[in-house]
């Protein structure tokens, strides 16, 4: 048994490491790969595959992106920067707490594209380092998609939870982790508030200023980044009808009894929340073609349908891979493995927060991690807060479009990508992040 489960570990490991090198989809080809040979060359059940799951994606996704298509994004990105507009010398902590009920509420770290020149405009403007804002603002949607009831990761987490034994419904979830993101983010913010020179005592950032190199600064600037969003009245009611669907699912979830039951073997069974996901989104979807009016045709080139796709078909390959080894060794997996996990449980945690470097990919770490934490035994109170937590891994490595996207933005050069892999400017604030939300999830995980 243990040369076996070594073997097929090695296969597992192995179809991780060759899917992130490939990235995108080849996460979920490599892990077709890694299921096809447990099953056929080590004569291993194919476990079961993630096809709840893959239905409450493809289900958002198409909300989503019709909604995007007919304007909605631009409407929650006027309102974000309107909100942070309101209390600009507050920017470093209101930016990432805008940006984190915005991406929850989107299912998507996707928002925070637009909103990075309006954190960095108002930034500047008030004499505030755009480095901290900034970076707060980026590693936040690593975790908020955690708290998110429509996210791709949710729906892998529900996959797990909401059976029995561990019965952990949406609502519960999102009991633990929207609070123990919330901490984190304020957390981070103090912290990173205080963090690096300001901008006056900064003399590469005086230099650039001096130079005009700051176009935020000069007298042709031509107002505000946020002045200049715009969004349409059919974009508005895209957005709003997509929120009230995103309320809706929670509603489903907190109340049980506003789900129907029908019976089964002459028992009654309530509709479980994966369905109820899929079902309140599709009728979303509709409803946003009568109020929207979005071209249905242009819905495959939207950013949010094509991350969803690629998040579809990584999810697809990884959780069947991970169930597929799960079940043939599960009995060993909780008197090793779980021995060592039940006996330092930040091993979890810090697990989910390697595979998500290696990844860049929050429901990969979901499907690769999760099971195998609440297969070694870790009550699932505490393995959904340190997941929440662990999530932030995803800006370990400054690779990701938001690290980039704010780098190139901040024209003070106050926000580097560094050249030593880990000495870029978000790294130290993902740190905090993450340890911060882990340890508050952790907590709150406990009483669940």
């Known amino acids: 048994m243990t040369v076996s489960f070594v073997l097929e570990a090695i296969v597992v490991l192995g179809s991780i490491v060759l899917g992130t090198r490939t990235g995108g989809i080849g996460v979920g080809i490599w892990g077709g790969v890694g299921t096809f040979i447990l099953v056929f060359l080590f004569g291993e059940a194919p476990g079961a595959a993630p096809i709840t799951a893959i239905g409450i994606i493809l289900g958002v996704v198409t909300a989503a992106a019709l909604m995007q298509a007919a304007g909605g994004i631009d409407w929650m990105v006027a309102m974000a920067a309107r909100v942070i507009e309101s209390r600009p010398k507050q920017i470093t902590l209101i930016a990432p707490l805008t940006a984190f009920l915005f991406c929850a509420g989107a299912g998507t770290g996707n928002i925070v594209f637009p909103l990075l020149p309006v954190v960095y405009d108002l930034s500047v403007k008030n004499g505030i380092r755009p480095a901290r804002p900034l970076t707060v603002t980026v590693v936040q949607s690593g975790i908020a998609l955690a708290a998110s009831p429509v996210s791709a990761a949710m729906a892998a987490m529900l996959a797990f939870t909401d059976v029995a034994p561990y019965n952990l419904g949406l609502a519960q979830i999102l009991a633990i982790t929207f609070p123990a993101c919330l901490i984190g983010i304020v ?31 000069r007298d042709d600037a031509g107002g505000s980044a946020s002045a200049r969003l715009t969004y349409t009245a059919r974009g508005r009611n895209a957005a709003v009808t997509f929120l009230i669907g995103v309320f809706a699912i929670v509603a489903f979830g907190i109340f ?56 579809a078909i990584a999810l697809f390959g990884i959780a069947w891979l991970t169930a597929t080894f799960i079940a043939a060794h599960e009995e060993y997996i909780v008197e090793s493995v779980g021995s060592w996990v039940t006996s330092v449980p930040l091993l979890f945690a810090l697990a989910v927060f390697l595979v998500a470097a290696m990844t860049t990919s929050q429901s990969t770490a979901t499907n690769t991690i999760v099971p195998i934490g609440l297969a070694a035994g870790l009550p ?18 400054p ?7 704010a780098a190139n933005f901040d024209e003070t050069g106050s926000t580097k990508l560094g050249t030593k892999l880990l000495d870029h400017s978000f790294f130290v604030p993902m740190l905090i992040l993450s340890v911060t939300t882990v340890v508050v999830g952790a907590v709150i995980g406990a009483f669940f």
Do not use: C, H
């Open 187 to 217: 957390v981070t913010s103090l912290v990173v508030n205080r963090m690096w020179k300001d901008m006056d005592d900064d003399p590469e950032i005086q230099e650039r200023i001096a130079a005009g190199a700051v176009a935020a600064l």
């Open 399 to 405: 690779a990701n479009g938001p690290q980039i996207a």
């Open 256 to 311: 049980e009894g506003l789900r129907p039951t029908y019976t089964v073997d002459g028992e009654s069974v309530r509709v479980d929340m994966g369905v109820t996901i899929i079902l309140v989104m599709l009728v979303v979807s509709a409803v946003i073609i009568f109020v929207g009016r979005p071209k249905v045709g242009s819905v495959p080139d939207q950013s949010v349908f094509k991350a969803g796709m690629v998040a």
């Open 380 to 397: 699932v109170g505490a393995v959904t807060g340190m997941w929440a937590g662990g999530l932030g891994g995803v800006y370990t490595l």
